[in-house]
């Protein structure tokens, strides 16, 4: 039996967010590594590995045979979720996407509004937008992490729609709801700082003053709030 591959830090944090025991959907499976990755530890009982083009999705198929995935993981050519049925999935990884993709994928899947289904979310742009998107839709974020791969940071959550308004602080937007502490988080931090100092500067530049006054507070709450000095 070939030996299992260990996922890369960002897959893994993503792993870690999935219920132990559930019915898996892996949109934009590209390799499929992380729906085989859980079958093979035993964490979840079965998977269905999704992408919009063929050529992933062979490449997946035959990944899923060299590491012996078996019949628990199967296969779909699918743009987001829309060859997916409810009862194929309880817990919906979207990972490696930008967020207003991911956004879209959410907001037109309507099963997906269900207490009882999971989303596991790791976006690589736009990630503001995917959160209050999120918020608006009724999904309320329940756990995020940061991880830092490859030399970049990245954030990753895990979501339910609930029938409730969804509460959010003022630091929601950029930070989520990343608790200070660790030196991953401290990046992400860092990271944000670094993407609104860039728009406070704009704004000074064309004279917004009033948004350039929302920016500057924006930073010295997350310096604060995060513990950031320099």
């Given at each position: 039996?070939?030996?299992?591959?260990?996922?890369?830090?960002?897959?893994?944090?993503?792993?870690?967010f999935?219920?132990e025991?559930?019915?898996?959907?892996?949109?934009?499976?590209?390799?499929?590594?992380?729906?085989?990755?859980?079958?093979?530890?035993?964490?979840?009982?079965?998977?269905?590995?999704?992408?919009?083009?063929?050529?992933?999705?062979?490449?997946?198929?035959?990944?899923?045979?060299?590491?012996?995935?078996?019949?628990?993981?199967?296969?779909?050519?699918?743009?987001?979720?829309?060859?997916?049925?409810?009862?194929?999935?309880?817990?919906?990884?979207?990972?490696?996407?930008?967020?207003?993709?991911?956004?879209?994928i959410v907001?037109?899947?309507?099963?997906l509004?269900?207490?009882?289904?999971?989303?596991?979310?790791?976006?690589?742009?736009?990630?503001?937008?995917?959160?209050?998107?999120?918020?608006?839709?009724g999904?309320?974020v329940?756990?995020?992490?940061?991880?830092?791969?490859?030399?970049?940071?990245?954030?990753?959550?895990?979501?339910?729609?609930?029938?409730?308004?969804?509460?959010?602080?003022?630091?929601?937007?950029?930070?989520?709801?990343?608790?200070?502490?660790?030196?991953?988080?401290?990046?992400?931090?860092?990271?944000?700082?670094?993407?609104?100092?860039?728009?406070?500067?704009?704004?000074?530049?064309?004279?917004?003053?009033?948004?350039?006054?929302?920016?500057?507070a924006?930073?010295?709450?997350?310096?604060?709030?995060?513990?950031?000095?320099?």
């Amino acid at each position: 039996m070939r030996p299992l591959f260990q996922l890369g830090p960002r897959l893994a944090l993503c792993a870690g967010f999935v219920r132990e025991g559930t019915v898996l959907c892996d949109v934009g499976t590209d390799h499929a590594y992380l729906p085989i990755w859980l079958l093979k530890t035993g964490k979840i009982s079965r998977a269905l590995a999704c992408d919009i083009r063929p050529g992933p999705l062979e490449t997946a198929r035959k990944d899923g045979a060299k590491y012996e995935a078996g019949e628990g993981l199967s296969f779909r050519l699918s743009d987001g979720l829309r060859q997916v049925s409810p009862e194929e999935a309880e817990d919906v990884v979207i990972a490696g996407m930008g967020g207003e993709l991911i956004l879209r994928i959410v907001e037109e899947t309507p099963w997906l509004r269900d207490p009882g289904k999971r989303l596991v979310l790791q976006p690589m742009s736009s990630v503001p937008e995917l959160r209050l998107g999120l918020a608006e839709a009724g999904f309320q974020v329940l756990e995020e992490e940061a991880v830092i791969d490859g030399g970049k940071v990245y954030s990753a959550f895990s979501a339910a729609w609930t029938d409730s308004p969804v509460e959010a602080d003022p630091l929601y937007p950029t930070m989520g709801k990343l608790r200070p502490g660790g030196s991953c988080v401290e990046a992400y931090a860092r990271k944000v700082l670094r993407e609104l100092d860039a728009q406070h500067r704009g704004a000074v530049h064309t004279g917004d003053e009033e948004r350039a006054a929302q920016l500057l507070a924006e930073i010295g709450r997350i310096r604060e709030t995060y513990g950031i000095i320099s």
